[in-house]
């Protein structure tokens, strides 16, 4: 129990599909993080949230919208997705201060484009 | 660019010791962290280096040259269960995390 909660823990959806991953931390942390996990990649981070503002969007494809309704709760809404988009989508927090603190993950969405 | 490298893959025995190594190149620095991920689940927090030097917490240890622009995480006493994959991540000085590629671990009998 790393006090990060996601659903669904697997996805199977179509290109054509709109679905959402949640995220949901314990910690009392302000910041959360999207990242996608590629086998044999680094992880690739996609959104920032502190203290739910988006300080960060590294380039991702509009067919990934964030959503953070308040600081314990974050989502990826998907839709018109690609067969590359097939990865481990993992959610993380972290105090609002980062320097020297660790993020904390949850155990990812398993997510597969037919 | 930003880079951070480590090998892809590394095989040690059960009680051994092993040594994973990671070099960095980043656009400043704030600070180097070790993760383990077991298979099909969260990445955990291991240590945390900032200062040149050794930190050690039970069998793990991990060393910072911020010179030479290296770390490694030293595992000692080697149990199956440390069998996962060991991710380095250097923060930028945008407060950024840049990760590596991670090292399999292998553990055998």
């Known amino acids: 129990e790393t006090g990060v909660t996601q659903t669904p823990r697997h996805l199977v959806m179509g290109m054509t599909n709109k679905k959402s991953l949640k995220c949901e931390q314990h910690?009392?942390?302000?910041?959360m993080y999207w990242y996608k996990q590629s086998a044999k990649k680094p992880l690739e981070l996609m959104f920032v949230?502190?203290?739910?503002?988006?300080?960060e969007n590294n380039s991702v494809p509009s067919r990934f919208s964030p959503e953070c309704p308040n600081s314990s709760h974050l989502f990826l809404h998907l839709h018109t997705l690609q067969p590359e988009d097939s990865a481990l989508y993992l959610c993380?927090?972290?105090?609002?201060?980062?320097?020297?603190?660790?993020?904390?993950f949850g155990d990812g969405t398993r997510l597969s484009i037919l | 660019g930003q880079n951070i490298d480590q090998p892809t893959e590394m095989t040690a025995t059960e009680g051994a010791i092993v040594q994973i190594n990671c070099t960095y190149q980043?656009?400043?620095?704030?600070?180097l962290f070790w993760y383990q991920q077991h298979a099909g689940e969260a990445p955990t927090f291991l240590s945390y280096n900032v200062l040149d030097g050794l930190e050690e917490k039970g069998r793990f240890s991990s060393f910072l040259s911020r010179s030479k622009g290296y770390s490694y995480l030293l595992l000692k006493e080697l149990q199956m269960k440390d069998s996962a994959s060991y991710l380095c991540a250097v923060m930028d000085s945008n407060y950024q995390l840049i990760w590596g590629a991670g090292t399999k671990l292998i553990i055998k009998p």
């Open positions: 993380a927090s972290s105090q609002g201060d980062p320097g020297g603190k660790p993020q904390h």
């Open positions: 910690l009392g942390h302000n910041a």
């Open positions: 949230y502190n203290f739910k503002e988006q300080t």
């Open positions: 980043t656009s400043g620095f704030n600070g």
